[in-house]
Structures are given as C-alpha cells and as structure tokens.
C-alpha cells in the first residue's frame, strides 16, 4: 500500500485515519457550493477555514468539472486561481491545483503549489507529464470516461471496477515512464466522472482492490450526485450521506479524501477510529 506521498518539499504519510484535501472551488458554476466562493476574498477565507478544520491540504480550482460544464481558458483559470494560491500560501499547507492545463500547472508551480491534481490523468495537455517531473511536486492522476460535457451522457461498462483499474495501472505506468516517481502519484478513480449511481456504488464497495497499485488512492465522494440519488438530498444537504461514504472508504484504507464538508468528516473519522471501526 502507498501510505507515504511524497510532495515537493514534504511528506504526507496516512494513518489509519485518512489524510483531507479540503476544497476550494474558485468558480461561479460548482455545482456543490452555487459560486459562493469566487471572489478571491471569499476564497481565501473559506481555505483559511478548511486549515482551521484540520484540512491536511487545499485542493484549489478555477474550472468547474461538474456534468455539463464548459471549459475556460487558461488566462481565465488563471486570472480565478492566483490570487487565492498567492494568499493561501500562508495558511501552512501544501497546495494543490485542481487543472489539467501545463499552463496553468506551471504558473502554479512557480507560486509555490506541491499537487496537480488533473481529472484526465495527465493525459489531456502533452506538456503536463514532463512539467511534473521536472518540478517534483505530487500528481493526482483520475479516471474520467469522456469529458464534462459528456460524461454523464449514458455512461457504459462491462466491468467498471476491473476497467477504471486497468486504466489506473497504465495511466500510472505511463507517468512513472515518464519520470515521476511511484511515491510521487496518487491515484483517484473518479466518482461521478462517467458513472451512473450503480457504477459509484460498485467502485465504493470494492476500492480496497485499488491499493493493488501501490499508490495512495484520493477519493473524492463529497457531496455528490450518486448520494442525492440514494437519499433524495440536494447538493448542499450531502453531508451525512458524504460522512457515510467516507467511513466506508476510510474502512477500506483510502489514504486521501477531497471533502467540502471538512470539520464534520474529521470528527467523523476521529469518532469511527475511537470505537474500533478503523
């Protein structure tokens, strides 16, 4: 199992607990927080709060990825993402930058970021691999049927468990050809990217097979559609059905989770390992 990631200038090591990446969307389109948190200001203070809730890294991003969204250019994301990763840097995290644009990446790099986290694996931009081992930092390489636009259009699988971990095991071997070392990735496989409930629910169910890789495995279930499906909850009223989720990933030794809801998760998890069910 990868329970050590290794980042630019640290090292995360998970517990039994899982490590949270609390996230910052700089976006007017989220479909989790409706763009509360565009303005850099509101931004930088709803990452202040997630360190304060014991966030274990900020995960930032200027480009929704909800279903059905639009791309943005990279001066756009740009011009969303600096100011908060400028300002965050001061909160004692490492950072990371939720893009799949080398351009961005480096211009987040340079201001001092220790993740990309990209949703295409880093396949999308030809640049990205290289840009990331060459800077050292920490990759986030995610499984994604389609695009944002269309993912969610009648997604389709013989055996999604066995197919999202065939295509975790290349995307990985194809980044450690490239010169990033294997402490160097973790590996997300993308709940909600491409999937129907039936498919999120049968990826939760078996994601221990996932540290077959030896990488750390990021999950990001928080606030999801697939938990509105099961409970009947709007967006914003996930938080039980996240802690739900988590506890079940957490029990199967996921190391990372990118939340929303961080103070509630952690107690969560604190309360679940108190009583023996880590």
Request: charged letters at 20%; one cysteine or more.
């Amino acid at each position: 199992m990868g329970n050590e990631w290794k980042l630019r200038t640290r090292t995360l090591t998970a517990g039994r607990v899982p490590l949270l990446m609390g996230v910052v969307n700089v976006t007017p389109d989220s479909f989790s927080d409706g763009g509360r948190f565009f303005e850099p200001a509101a931004a930088v203070e709803h990452g202040l709060r997630l360190a304060g809730e014991g966030a274990d890294l900020l995960d930032i991003g200027g480009e929704s990825t909800r279903p059905g969204a639009e791309p943005v250019s990279p001066g756009e994301e740009l011009r969303r993402v600096m100011p908060v990763i400028d300002r965050l840097q001061g909160a004692g995290l490492p950072l990371s930058i939720d893009t799949s644009k080398a351009e961005v990446a480096r211009e987040a790099l340079a201001a001092g970021v220790e993740v990309i986290n990209d949703i295409t694996a880093l396949a999308a931009d030809p640049a990205m691999p290289s840009l990331a081992a060459a800077s050292g930092c920490g990759v986030v390489a995610m499984h994604m049927l389609g695009n944002p636009r269309s993912m969610q259009q009648h997604p389709v699988y013989r055996d999604v468990v066995g197919e999202v971990l065939d295509f975790l095991r290349r995307r990985r071997d194809a980044l450690l050809a490239a010169g990033i070392q294997q402490q160097r990735i973790a590996l997300d496989p993308g709940i909600g990217f491409g999937k129907t409930t039936a498919h999120n629910l049968a990826l939760l169910r078996t994601i221990g097979q996932f540290q077959a890789l030896g990488c750390p495995l990021v999950l990001g279930v928080s606030r999801k559609r697939f938990i509105g499906q099961v409970l009947g909850d709007p967006a914003a009223e996930r938080t039980f059905g996240t802690i739900g989720a988590a506890l079940a990933a957490a029990r199967q030794g996921v190391q990372v989770l990118r939340v929303h809801d961080v103070a509630a998760v952690r107690q969560a998890l604190r309360l679940f390992e108190a009583a023996g069910g880590l």
